[in-house]
């Protein structure tokens, strides 16, 4: 089975940065993904990570080792908006599957 | 371009009553895969639909089924509600079937209150 940890909840200042951290246990998996979700709409893709390393898209960061079974989002220049839930996923193997943990609340306040 | 478009958006049924979600892809997309998301959790995987064929399914019962039209848009049914299947039912599509590649576009969902 595949077992993914995330923070419930974590809360930040508008123009700061966050760290929000995943661990996982599992068998295998191709890839890692984060997802954000404003409440009451759907997920979004933010970030996949294949290798060990850390993934760059804007003011969103993504990192991954393997070897840990740990990976993390930055987001830095905390903006109003970024206030959401942050879904670390599992990319399975076979077939098309991701395991989702249950998700970091972020609220950003000003 | 239109995005995963799913339907009902919200609807509200008796235990032991059926329910069928709609869900349709991206255009050109051929992969569908339906989720159940319980409220405080993240989204749980039930089916993955590909081609027409199924290509995976989560631990559901088997009170749960779906499949993929020549469109490649999907249903869902659920037989005999029960209580606990009340959740947000998301649909996601993606153009290839393959395990663990690239990002999926999930719909807004399907609010499912069962009472």
């Known amino acids: 089975g595949q077992n993914i940890d995330q923070p419930t909840e974590m809360t930040a200042t508008e123009g700061a940065i966050v760290q929000i951290n995943c661990t996982y246990q599992?068998?295998?998996?191709?890839?890692l993904f984060w997802y954000q979700q404003h409440a009451g709409e759907a997920p979004t893709f933010l970030s996949y990570?294949?290798?060990?390393g850390l993934e760059e898209k804007g003011r969103f960061s993504s990192f991954l080792s393997r070897s840990k079974g740990y990976s993390y989002l930055l987001l830095k220049e905390l903006q109003m908006k970024d206030s959401a839930s942050y879904l670390c996923?599992?990319?399975?193997?076979?077939?098309?599957?991701?395991?989702f943990g249950t998700g970091t609340r972020l609220l950003v306040s000003p | 371009d239109a995005g995963v478009t799913q339907s009902p958006t919200h609807l509200i049924k008796t235990r032991g009553q059926q329910v069928t979600l709609r869900c349709s892809p991206i255009?050109?997309?051929?992969?569908v895969s339906w989720y159940q998301q319980v409220l405080g959790q993240g989204p749980q995987f039930i089916f993955q639909?590909?081609?027409?064929?199924?290509?995976g399914r989560g631990n559901f019962p088997d009170r749960f089924s779906a499949r993929q039209f020549p469109n490649y848009s999907s249903e869902l049914n659920v037989n005999a509600l029960l209580l606990g299947d009340s959740a947000l039912y998301l649909c996601a599509s993606s153009p290839r079937g393959t395990a663990g590649t690239g990002e999926l576009f999930f719909g807004e969902g399907s609010r499912l209150t069962v009472l």
């Open positions: 255009s050109g997309h051929k992969s």
């Open positions: 599992t068998s295998g998996f191709n890839g």
């Open positions: 996923a599992l990319g399975g193997t076979g077939f098309q599957k991701l395991v």
């Open positions: 639909y590909y081609e027409k064929e199924e290509r």
């Open positions: 990570n294949v290798l060990d």
